[in-house]
C-alpha cells in the first residue's frame, strides 16, 4: 500500500502527446464519475477517521454516514472518542448544520468546514456532483505510477458553493476512477491533495447497478504541511433507511 502511495504521489510524468478530450468529452467524463458513485436511493457506510499533526499524539475517530439521493440529504453521526458522541452533520436544503450535545445547539456551518476537526471535508463523504459544481478543461494525458490517465482541472460554476474553486483530477483510463485530487484556494495555492489508492463496489437494488466507493482516502495538508488524513470507509450499505432519519430530531437523539 505504501509502494501505491507512493507512486500515486511521484510517478506523474509530464503530459504525453495524446489527442485532448474535447468539452464533450470531458463532461461525459466527469458525468461517468458521478454515476459510478451515485446510489440512486439510500447509503450507509462506517468511517474510520486518523488525524495526524506535528508534535501532538494522532486522534482517532469513528462515524456514520448516511445519504439519501432523493433530497440530497446527508448525515454523519459521531460514535467515537467519547467525548464526540452524538456530535454530527446533517445537510437539510442544501445547508449543513453542525450538532453538538454539550451545548444542545445547532450551527450552520460553510462547504469549508472541517469535519470533526479533522482535514476532510463534507465532499469526502458525500455523493460526487462533479458535473454539476465544475466547468472541466483538459490539461493532458498522463502516467499515475501504473496508470495511463486523463489530467484535467476544473473550475467551480457560478454560484455553485463549494470548497475549493479549483480542482485538478488524475482519472484511471481504465476503470473511470479518480487517483488524484488537488484542491487549490482562489488564489492559486495548493490546500489539499487526496490520493485514492483503491475503489470497491456493491450491488445497488434501487440502481440497478454497481455503485463504487473509495475503500481509503489519503489527505495532505499543503498548509501545515506535516498534516495528514486517513479516511477507512467500510460496511457500506445501500438498503433503504428508515424514513424520518434525516431529521434534526433523529440526530438529537442519538446522543440520548
Known amino acids: 500500500m505504501r509502494n501505491l502511495i ?15 478530450l474535447d468539452d464533450a468529452a470531458m463532461l461525459n467524463l466527469l458525468k461517468d464519475i458521478d454515476h459510478r458513485q451515485a446510489e440512486n436511493g439510500d447509503y450507509r457506510s462506517t468511517v474510520f477517521i486518523i488525524q495526524k499533526e506535528t508534535d501532538k499524539p494522532d486522534v482517532a475517530q469513528q462515524a456514520v454516514v448516511y445519504r439519501r439521493e432523493e433530497g440530497q440529504k446527508l448525515m454523519i453521526t459521531f460514535e467515537q472518542p467519547k467525548e464526540m458522541t452524538g456530535q454530527g452533520y446533517l445537510r437539510i436544503e442544501h445547508n449543513l448544520w453542525f450538532y453538538d450535545p454539550s451545548v444542545g445547539k445547532w450551527e450552520r456551518r460553510t462547504e469549508r468546514e472541517k469535519i470533526g476537526g479533522t482535514n476532510s ?6 455523493e460526487s456532483k462533479l458535473a454539476e459544481e465544475y466547468t472541466p478543461s483538459f490539461v493532458g494525458e498522463e502516467q499515475v505510477g501504473k496508470y495511463k490517465a486523463w489530467h484535467v482541472k476544473l473550475s467551480a460554476k ?9 480542482v485538478e483530477l488524475w482519472v484511471d483510463e481504465a476503470t473511470g476512477n479518480i487517483l488524484k485530487r488537488y484542491e487549490y484556494a482562489l488564489s492559486g495555492r495548493l490546500m489539499r491533495r487526496l490520493l485514492y489508492p483503491s475503489w470497491d463496489k456493491l450491488y445497488s437494488d434501487s440502481k440497478k447497478g454497481d455503485v463504487w466507493f473509495p475503500k481509503q482516502i489519503f489527505i495532505f495538508d499543503e498548509v501545515e504541511k506535516a498534516n495528514q488524513t486517513q479516511i477507512t470507509i467500510k460496511d457500506v450499505d445501500l438498503h433503504p433507511l428508515e424514513a424520518n432519519l434525516f431529521t434534526k430530531a433523529y440526530l438529537e437523539s442519538k446522543s440520548r
Open 158 to 166: 457560478p454560484n455553485i458553493d463549494v470548497a475549493f474553486p479549483v
Open 121 to 126: 471535508r463534507r465532499e469526502d463523504f458525500d
Open 6 to 20: 507512493f507512486a500515486l504521489v511521484l510517478c506523474t510524468a509530464a503530459p504525453a502527446l495524446a489527442a485532448p
